[in-house]
């Protein structure tokens, strides 16, 4: 894999006289699956557009396989774009919304015919090939969305939160279908989602953004194991985030003692790392819910709530019951100020 198949290069992007994206730097290498995630408004269709060509930016440039496409229009980049809305064609039949664009190239009809075949067969839809989008569940619409993009042999197929439309179920499936497909043909893949969950099973590496920075970026196991900052740590699940000074944690809420001294000034703890049933620490229960394999409260705390999980086998705590836990060092991520 080159390391540089797409490079943005000190990037800024506007919307009028406001920077959305200000000297972004971001390399993706060739036949990776990247995502972008983060929040609503933090920059990353933004910077998708750019990528496709249409948003130009205020500063810096774009190459894709070594080219500069800073101000290359978005049809001779090269790209394959498959919006949320999928934007097909509803008076065209599946053979047809696949085959429009090589028709546009006026490639033989025995090329358009052979190269959309084969784009159905791989995202499992030959059989469908006389059936209107109408006609199709969101999940075959999907798939025939992306066959449409890479029968144009992109070198970038840009994905800008595809799954959403569908069902929980469709999207697992869905997820599934876009690996097999991005492993299969080896097109570089840039994936917007706003779901953690999205991104942690899709991607090659992730790239979580906030306010039009890159705020981490990493494999899907460093952002979920070992975020950087609070608002990673926030993003990615830890939901219980705490300022420390000597052996405390400490909230604008109060404090509570640890057992040990952190090392950084800030710890994190997913709900799954906080020790209930036993410990040094209480809390009244404010909120249950029963998960499936563990049951989950938010306890009232000297530090203000703490989420924690509890296996599922352990006595139910009602509403307003106290409960001892633990913060445990084992658990603690540290994080940066």
């Known amino acids: 894999m080159s390391d540089s198949f797409v490079q943005l290069s000190d990037v800024t992007l506007m919307y009028g006289k406001s920077t959305a994206v200000p000297e972004l730097n971001l390399s993706i290498r060739e036949g990776e699956l990247i995502c972008l995630l983060g929040p609503s408004g933090c920059g990353k269709t ?13 500063s810096g440039s ?3 396989d070594g080219r500069d496409v800073t101000r290359v229009p978005a049809n001779k980049r090269g790209i394959g774009l498959v919006f949320q809305s999928y934007a097909l064609f509803p008076h065209l039949n599946a053979f047809e919304n696949v085959a429009f664009g090589l028709r546009l190239q006026k490639l033989p009809a025995s090329e358009i015919k052979a190269r959309t ?3 159905l067969a791989t995202v499992g839809l030959t059989g469908f090939e006389t059936r209107k989008p109408a006609e199709m569940s969101g999940g075959q619409q999907q798939r025939l969305a992306l066959a449409r993009s890479l029968v144009m042999k992109p070198k970038v197929l840009l994905l800008d939160e595809p799954l959403s439309n569908l069902d929980a179920r469709l999207r697992l499936e869905m997820r599934t279908e876009l690996q097999r497909v991005q492993k299969e043909t080896g097109v570089t893949m840039v994936f917007v989602t706003h779901d953690q969950a999205e991104a942690l099973a899709l991607a090659d590496r992730i790239v979580l953004m906030q306010s039009g920075k890159i705020e981490q970026l990493g494999t899907p196991a460093d952002l979920y194991a070992r975020p950087e900052t609070a608002f990673a740590a926030d993003f990615m699940g830890f939901e219980n985030i705490f300022r420390t000074e000597g052996g405390k944690v400490v909230t604008d809420h109060g404090a509570l003692e640890l057992g040990f001294v952190p090392q950084s000034p800030m710890l994190a703890w997913r709900p799954d790392g906080v020790t209930v049933g036993s410990g040094p620490h209480q809390g009244r229960v404010l909120a249950t819910s029963f998960a499936g394999a563990h049951r ?7 530090l203000g709530p703490v989420k924690a999980d509890a296996d599922i086998a352990l006595p139910e705590a009602a509403i307003g019951e106290t409960l ?4 445990p060092e084992a658990t603690a991520r540290p994080l940066a100020a």
């Open 46 to 58: 933004t910077t998708m557009r750019a990528i496709a060509g249409l948003l130009n930016p205020a």
């Open 62 to 64: 774009i190459h894709i």
């Open 117 to 119: 075949e084969e784009g």
């Open 296 to 302: 989950e409260y938010v306890l009232e705390t000297a």
């Open 324 to 327: 001892s836990f633990d913060l």
